[in-house]
């Protein structure tokens, strides 16, 4: 038994940039003029030659080491065109390395776009069959799963009617379904989870979960950082062509994140390019995050104040207006939503023109660790229309220094994963002293 | 709440426990490597997938069962109106004799069948190519699959002519003799030359778009040097060998044969050119097994 499910060394993959037409092989010219040939030759007499030296190479994947362990279940995260697709592509062996080599213990198997190779006029039944064997199964193997299959993809009354006619749920459900209950032991999920209602989509990663458990090694790309958090047992980063990061998926996304969108913590708004109300009623001017003292930074431990400050401009005193800070957390949740008009001194009165500040304190002991994002927004209830918006004004980390303080108590280990971590208040009852409970007679 | 907190709650169908992984599929290491030499014709590895291409074969069959009533229509009625505007065209109009006694239009649908094969098998090996493109980012199977499976169209096609011939045949008069037996040999022969067209014009499409676009010109090239519209005794005395170079002739004379009783019957020249024509059709495969593995990159 090899202790890997997948194995890469020194991984490449060279493209050439620009039409195909341009490629060059060397060896193919006779006085400057490519030889019509020059493209299939090679390919048919196993002489390829890349040439890593042309100025129109391109390395979608460069010295790529990756070791996954059996049972691991890998997010792969990373902006579009870092070569996540490339490593899966050669993995389902679509494609070939340009150099290195990458060993797969097993079968693997590849979740395909929804649909791909369904017909339209066959039955969800000749689907499956047809699907499953594209797919490298057996119509054996397909057989001793089919109840399964069918039972997954709740459409069990219309199995035997043409899937021209299934809803493009049921469609959906029966493609996932099929490639889901695939007999492989490295599963290749790439971004395929993004269709589907929310409970089915929770339905598809429960599945990827146990098929986990069972044994097999799944390799996850997604967009949708919370589901890489809420599955993954790990996760790697990539960027331009190489693993930059390989850790907890926790981390790795945070991470992920904060390269894609740096942090803004003290951020302030040109004249000219501020965001500004429709009507030029209102002007975002500044946004802070800053601590207790006054100073802003970036991460703050979850036993302090976080205060989000804001700056705009009133430049013309035409409409009452509230004032709201929107708090996102890193996997996508809204956290909450806070908004001025209790404590705001003019009251629903149309201000006067000028420069206005106001300070929001995010209580300590509140917020759990992770990557807040913040949006800021002044609009007014008059006309629906007229707003002034800064989506991801700013963001902060907060962090935990693990000392035994605040809600953590004497509690040593890692915080559990939740958006909040409030201090709320627990009663106790000695068994002597049992609270009044209305006794049935 | 968490994934797991959700399947306890409801517990789906899909709970029960999974079976056990066959054992002998864990232990085999898969090395892909760059810069691999590609050896033979794969046909082993076509083998491996013949469950593949039986389903998609059946996939073909059944998406045929179950068109539409119009659709057969149609599927029918294309050939004959070909016939009738080139029974039209070259014989009261062009004035095109075949010397024969027989009618031109029997004539005309003895070589229409395997030159339909013909250019079917090959118009649906490239097209197979571009239209199944979907999988070739996600999935891995022999290609070659894709261009054999086309073929199940043109058989079908080939059957439900040959039929509607014979019965036209049957119903005229005619005599049908024990020539019919050679049919399916001169049919498997049109298959064969079309898939090595196919295979090697799939292949080179990928790499050359530019084949696509001719693509079209050229089999209606090949329409006008073969004798499907006229006799090929039209063609010069001298030039007759070249001419007999191009496969399609003798197909197109064995069909006559088998259907109308015309001309010689088929002789050992017609074997060499089908032992040729199977070597050309190996020589399809060696290019596109050659080629597939780069499909990928350029479609």
């Known amino acids: 038994m090899t202790k890997f499910a997948v194995r890469t060394e020194k991984l490449g993959k060279m493209y050439y940039l620009g ?17 019509p040939m020059r493209r299939l030759w090679p390919i048919l007499f196993n ?17 790529l080491d990756l070791e996954v362990r059996p049972g691991e279940l890998v997010g792969v995260v990373g902006k579009n065109g870092s070569g996540k697709s490339t490593l899966l592509k050669i993995l389902a062996r679509v494609t070939e390395p340009s150099a290195g080599f990458a060993e797969v213990t097993g079968q ?40 399964e299959i069918i039972d997954f993809a709740e459409v069990e009354r219309f199995i035997d009617t043409p899937v021209k006619h299934y809803s493009s749920g049921m469609y959906m459900r029966l493609a996932f379904s099929v490639a889901a209950h695939m007999e492989c032991d490295i599963l290749i999920v790439d971004e395929v989870l993004a269709v589907g209602d929310f409970q089915f989509q929770k339905k598809c990663l429960a599945r990827i979960e146990k098929e986990v458990k069972s044994g097999k090694t799944v390799l996850f790309v997604s967009h949708n950082t919370s589901m890489i958090m809420q599955v993954c047992t790990r996760c790697v980063l990539f960027e331009g062509g190489r693993i930059i ?74 409409y009452p207006f509230d004032v709201n800070i929107t708090v996102r957390h890193e996997s996508g949740v809204t956290v909450f939503t806070s908004l001025d008009n209790k404590d705001a001194p003019w009251q629903g009165q149309p201000p006067k023109e000028g420069q206005y500040t106001a300070r929001c304190t995010i209580p300590p002991n509140f917020l759990n660790e992770g990557l807040f994002m913040v949006d800021f927004t002044i609009s007014t209830r008059v006309r629906a229309t007229e707003y002034a918006t800064c989506p991801d004004a ?42 009044v409970t209305k006794q049935s007679t | 709440m968490t ?30 490597v760059a810069d691999q030499k590609i050896e033979g014709l794969g046909i082993e590895e076509i083998w491996t997938y013949r469950e593949l291409i039986i389903g998609l074969i059946h996939r073909d069959f059944m998406a045929i069962k179950n068109q539409t009533p119009t659709a057969w229509f149609w599927r029918i009625l294309r050939p004959t109106f070909t016939l009738i505007t080139y029974t039209i065209l070259f014989e009261q109009i062009g004035k095109v004799d075949f010397g024969t006694g027989v ?107 530019e084949v696509n676009q001719a693509l079209g010109y050229v ?81």
């Not at chain 1, 992920?256 to 302030?268: E, G, T």
């Open chain 1, 108 to 147: 693997v198997g590849s979740l395909l776009e929804v649909g791909t190779g369904f017909h339209p006029e066959l039955t969800g039944r000749q689907n499956v069959y047809l699907n499953g064997s594209i797919m490298g199964m057996t119509s054996e193997q397909i057989t001793r799963r089919f109840d």
């Open chain 2, 219 to 299: 089999i209606q090239l090949g329409f006008f040097f073969s004798p499907i519209v006229y006799p090929s005794e039209a063609i010069p005395e001298r030039f007759r060998d070249l001419y007999h170079l191009n496969p399609l002739v003798g197909i197109i004379e064995g069909f006559r044969w088998a259907f109308l009783q015309q001309g010689d019957p088929p002789n050992l020249t017609d074997l060499i050119a089908f032992g040729l024509t199977c070597l050309f059709a190996l020589s399809g495969m060696w290019a596109f097994r050659r080629i597939e593995r780069v499909f990928a990159d350029v479609i």
């Open chain 1, 394 to 435: 700013g963001s902060f980390y907060v962090v935990d220094d693990m000392k035994n303080e605040g809600v953590r108590g004497d509690w040593n280990g890692k915080w559990f994963t939740s958006v909040l971590r409030p201090q709320l208040h627990w009663t106790h009852f000695e068994p002597t002293m049992l609270p």
């Open chain 1, 19 to 35: 039409a195909l037409s341009e490629q060059q092989y060397s060896g193919y010219d006779i006085l400057g003029f490519n030889l």
């Open chain 2, 103 to 209: 009618p031109y239009f029997f004539v005309m649908s003895a070589a229409l069948i395997p030159w339909n094969i013909f250019s079917q098998v090959t118009l649906g090996a490239v097209t197979s190519i571009a239209s199944n493109s979907a999988f070739f980012g996600k999935v891995y199977f022999p290609r070659m699959i894709l261009p054999v499976v086309s073929v199940t169209d043109a058989v079908v096609d080939f059957l439900l002519t040959t039929v509607l011939l014979l019965a036209l045949l049957f119903y005229m008069g005619m005599p049908l003799t024990m020539n019919l037996v050679v049919v399916p040999f001169f049919a498997l022969w049109a298959i064969l030359l079309g898939l090595g067209c196919g295979l090697w014009l799939a292949a080179i499409n990928a790499l050359y778009r």
């Open chain 1, 47 to 63: 002489d390829r030659q890349l040439d890593p030296n042309n100025e129109k190479a391109f390395w979608a994947l460069r010295d």
């Open chain 1, 245 to 318: 990061e390989d850790g907890l998926p926790q981390a790795i996304v945070e991470s992920y994140i904060s390269r894609s969108s740096p942090v803004h913590f003290d951020r302030s708004f040109e004249e000219d390019t501020a965001p500004t109300s429709e009507e030029h009623t209102f002007r975002l001017r500044a946004f802070r995050v800053i601590d207790a003292e006054g100073s802003p930074k970036a991460h703050f431990d979850v036993k302090e104040p976080v205060i989000i400050e804001m700056r705009w401009d009133i430049l013309s005193s035409r």
């Open chain 2, 3 to 32: 994934v797991a907190d959700a399947q306890d709650q409801k517990p789906a169908p899909e709970d029960t426990a999974l079976p056990p992984p066959a054992p002998d599929r864990h232990q085999a290491v898969h090395r892909i």
